[in-house]
């Protein structure tokens, strides 16, 4: 049996080692693909996978300007869960939460999908409300979401203690049993390899600056690489979905918004549920790595800068320990911030577009949770060119038809 010290760590740390296998090919990009998705985080690649595996469309390109999940896919709190308020949101989180439970055997990559629970703290009347209509919503789609009074927050959070003189009192809560966390990073390397297995190629540092039409339709895109040819064009390009859009003279009823998170030092498990503070707008998780994971709301105006300003760090932190003064003494360890494309309704957008062979996939703000699902459903709609029933009420036309799906809420958390 080998013997594994810190020496023969460090001595294989170091080594490069000539048999360990790449995960996926660095291929030279062919003249033409069947399909070319453009965008390498995890919605990209999962449509890839998706293409191979569900329709057998293999002559596939994935177009990423950057490294895989070098976006938004690496940079996001990990949360995942499903209550929405309108009646076409919920069946397509809940479907995307069923993929995700069996996305670890499926891909063969452990993804480290985890069972947390999220609780909501309900901090007004108002929000009490609309957390009992969201779980009439829920119940009716059969996922779980239940009103819980402030001591069954305290029996399952032991370290809450109701503050004595809060800025907005805690009335009780809403909890998900089923919400999860994944490991975010490996989302887009494990679908990543496994569309690599079944052909796709993965092109890194290219990025699309055109896209070519002809006539009402695209043919293909300009790269840093050069022109390729494409029967079919999806894209999904988190924070620059205007850009690429405009490339092929569309403009989407989107914004890009920063958005930031911090962690602190790593200590013991000290809290297991996800824990949202309606009322402040922010919330908070333990990783599994032992660090808390805060994150709050966009920063209030347009801006590709990938960081966000001081005000929000500062109004969400107090709020964190104004819940939790056992934090008080804690250090930031990190903090960073993505670009989202905010979508008016706050639901995503997985659409057809006026031009032929072009498809979008707008994750919206809150991505990561739907990654599996928004990508199957981009990769049948590329495949049929029909949208799937999950996805009808989420397509651009719904902006001309005035027929919106709103979403927000006491559901705050991305
Ligand atoms: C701080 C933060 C916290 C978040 N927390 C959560 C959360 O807890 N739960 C949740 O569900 N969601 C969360 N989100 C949102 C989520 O991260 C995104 O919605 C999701 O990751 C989008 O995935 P994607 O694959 O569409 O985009 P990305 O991962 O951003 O991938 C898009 C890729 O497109 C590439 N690209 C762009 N332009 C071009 C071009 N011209 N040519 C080629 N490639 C191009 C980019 O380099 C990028 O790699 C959070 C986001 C942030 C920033």
């Not at 891909?107 to 985890?114: I, T």
């Not at 030092?265 to 990783?287: N, R, T």
Request: charged share 20%.
């Amino acid at each position: 049996m080998q013997r594994f010290s810190i020496f023969s760590l460090l001595r294989n740390g170091f080594r490069y080692r000539a048999d360990w296998q790449r995960m996926w090919r660095s291929p030279e990009p062919k003249r033409r693909y069947d399909v070319v998705i453009i965008g390498g985080g995890g919605h990209g690649l999962g449509a890839a996978w998706y293409l191979a595996q569900d329709h057998g469309i293999r002559n596939v390109a994935v177009i990423e300007k950057g490294w895989l999940g070098g976006g938004n896919t690496a940079r996001n709190t990990m949360t995942i869960r499903s209550n929405y308020i309108r009646p076409p949101s919920v069946p397509f989180h809940e479907g995307s939460m069923a993929l995700y439970r069996e996305l670890s055997r499926e891909l063969n990559y452990n993804l480290m999908v985890g069972r947390r629970g999220m609780i909501s703290f309900l901090q007004s009347s108002q929000a009490a409300r609309t957390a009992a209509r969201m779980a009439n919503t829920m119940h009716v789609h059969g996922a779980k979401y239940e009103l819980i009074d402030v001591e069954e927050i305290k029996r399952r959070v032991p370290i809450f203690r109701p503050p004595p003189r809060p800025r907005l009192e805690v009335l009780g809560g809403v909890y998900q049993p089923e919400a999860m966390m994944a490991r975010h990073d490996a989302v887009a390397w494990g679908f990543a390899r496994m569309a690599d297995a079944h052909g796709v190629d993965i092109i890194q540092n290219c990025e699309v600056i055109g896209i070519r039409r002809s006539g009402a339709g695209v043919i293909g895109v300009e790269t840093t690489h050069g022109f390729i040819e494409a029967g079919k064009v999806g894209m999904a390009v988190a924070g620059h979905g205007s850009v690429v859009a405009e490339m092929a003279g569309i403009r989407l009823p989107i914004e890009v918004q920063p958005l930031q998170a911090w962690v602190s030092e790593p200590v013991k498990p000290v809290l297991h549920e996800i824990v949202v503070f309606s009322g402040y707008g922010c919330y908070m998780m333990q990783s599994d790595k032992g660090e808390l994971v805060i994150g709050g709301p966009t920063d209030p105006y347009p801006s590709y800068a990938q960081r966000g300003t001081f005000r929000v760090i500062e109004q969400v932190t107090s709020a964190v320990l104004e819940m939790f003064p056992i934090f008080t003494r804690m250090k930031l360890l990190r903090h960073w911030a993505g670009m989202l494309d905010i979508v008016y309704d706050g639901s995503p957008i997985i659409s057809k577009t006026p031009l032929r062979n072009f498809y979008v996939d707008i994750a919206g703000a809150g991505g990561f949770k739907t990654t599996p699902m928004a990508a199957r459903m981009h990769a049948w709609l590329i495949a049929k060119d029909e949208p799937h029933d999950l996805i009808r009420d989420f397509g651009l036309d719904r902006f001309e038809r005035g027929r919106l799906v709103v979403e927000g809420g006491v559901s705050f958390n991305r």
